[in-house]
């Protein structure tokens, strides 16, 4: 199998606080997990790569001091959304990419979500 | 530069038949690989099938197989006797290498009792 959990699966919280998103591989060794911002009735923007052991790689116009992404093991990446505010709020899904060879090149299994809503 | 292009943003099927959902990319790297994933209301997103690029033959998993034609750069996802609970919104993805992928528009498919 191929799962990933996340949690929490949903989280309102106060203008100014910060927030932190687990994702995890329970079967399965993921040195690289994605992590994804969707906002209603759209596709999937990709936020950054995390690596185990490493720095993250944030996309153009994501903010690294903002959303702070920590990978510190083969089966967990944290994003922490600091002092978050209303347009935080969003939809935010993490993968992680399992290493398949030719049968499932490399491909990302994804969490349930977490739906964050900034007060 | 990778792109994926999914032109329908809706599609309706009555129970029991067969649906396409229609899937074109661009790349000019010769290694790729294209998946499919399906997210219902609830939010997840799950991994349907996979087709590398040098696939000589179209995968299949279960009710669902991936037609691809590679001159034409396109992977349909043909859904066989769907059922109500396919309806959801399809997304078709690609990747290069060990690169990040890349997400179409999306089609939400609409199964009729």
């Known amino acids: 199998g191929a799962v990933v959990s996340q949690h929490p699966s949903r989280v309102i919280c106060k203008s100014g606080t910060s927030v932190k998103i687990e994702c995890r591989s329970l079967d399965f060794q993921a040195t690289t997990m994605f992590w994804y911002r969707q906002f209603p009735k759209q596709s999937l923007m990709l936020m950054a790569t995390s690596n185990e052991g490493s720095k993250a790689t944030y996309e153009q116009g994501v903010e690294k001091d903002k959303f702070l992404i920590n990978h510190a093991s083969l089966t967990l990446s944290t994003l922490t959304v600091t002092s978050a505010h209303p347009e935080d709020s969003s939809f935010y899904i993490c993968?992680?990419?399992?290493?398949?060879?030719?049968?499932?090149?490399?491909?990302?299994?994804f969490g349930p979500g977490t739906r964050l809503t900034v007060l | 530069a990778q792109k994926i292009t999914q032109t329908q943003p809706g599609m309706f099927v009555q129970e029991k038949e067969a649906v396409t959902l229609d899937c074109t990319y661009d790349t000019s790297d010769p290694s790729y690989g294209l998946f499919w994933y399906k997210q219902p209301s609830s939010g997840e997103m799950i991994f349907l099938i996979y087709?590398?690029?040098?696939?000589?033959q179209n995968a299949t998993e279960g009710r669902y197989s991936l037609n691809f034609q590679k001159a034409r750069k396109s992977a349909n996802l043909v859904i066989s006797a769907s059922q109500l609970g396919d309806s959801a919104m399809y997304f078709c993805a690609m990747n290069t290498g060990f690169q990040k992928l890349v997400f179409g528009t999306g089609t939400r498919l609409l199964v009729s009792p």
């Open positions: 087709q590398g690029s040098y696939d000589q």
């Open positions: 993968s992680a990419r399992k290493d398949g060879g030719s049968t499932t090149g490399d491909t990302q299994y």
